[in-house]
C-alpha cells in the first residue's frame, strides 16, 4: 500500500487547508484512516482518524477545527483544517492501519501557519 499525502501551504493564523491522501491497492474501504503531525522538536502526534465504518477521534487541540473524511470510491482521506494556529504548523502525514497486514505511512506534507 502506497499513500500519498498532498494540501500543505504556508496559510495565515485564522485560515483553512484541506490534506488530501491518496491510496493505492483495494483495502482502501475497510482500513482505519489517520492523519498526525510532527512539529520541529516534538513527537509525532494523532491529529484525526477515521475508521472504516466512518467512526471519528480528534485530539482535542483539534476538535471544532478539524474535520477528518474519506471517500471510499476515490481511496482519499481528508483533512479540513479550519481556523488555523501557528501551533498548528508541522508536517502532517496519513497513515493507514488494516488488520495486522498494513501500517502504512504517506510522505508528510508540510503545514506553515504563519501568525
Known amino acids: 500500500v502506497q499513500l500519498q499525502a498532498f494540501g500543505g501551504g504556508l496559510v495565515q493564523a485564522g485560515g483553512s487547508l484541506r490534506l488530501s491522501c491518496a491510496a493505492s491497492?483495494?483495502?482502501?474501504?475497510?482500513?482505519?484512516m489517520g492523519w498526525y503531525r510532527q512539529a520541529p522538536g516534538k513527537q509525532r502526534e494523532l491529529v484525526a482518524s477515521i475508521t472504516s465504518t466512518r467512526s471519528t477521534t480528534y485530539a482535542d487541540s483539534t476538535k471544532g477545527r478539524f474535520t477528518i473524511s474519506r471517500d471510499n470510491a476515490k481511496n482519499t482521506v481528508y483533512l479540513q483544517m479550519n481556523s488555523l494556529k501557528p501551533e498548528d504548523t508541522a508536517v502532517y502525514y496519513c497513515?493507514?492501519?488494516?488488520?495486522?497486514?498494513?501500517?502504512?505511512w504517506g510522505q508528510g506534507t508540510l503545514v506553515t501557519v504563519s501568525s
Open positions: 491497492g483495494g483495502i482502501f474501504s475497510f482500513s482505519d
Open positions: 497513515n493507514l492501519k488494516y488488520a495486522r497486514l498494513y501500517d502504512s
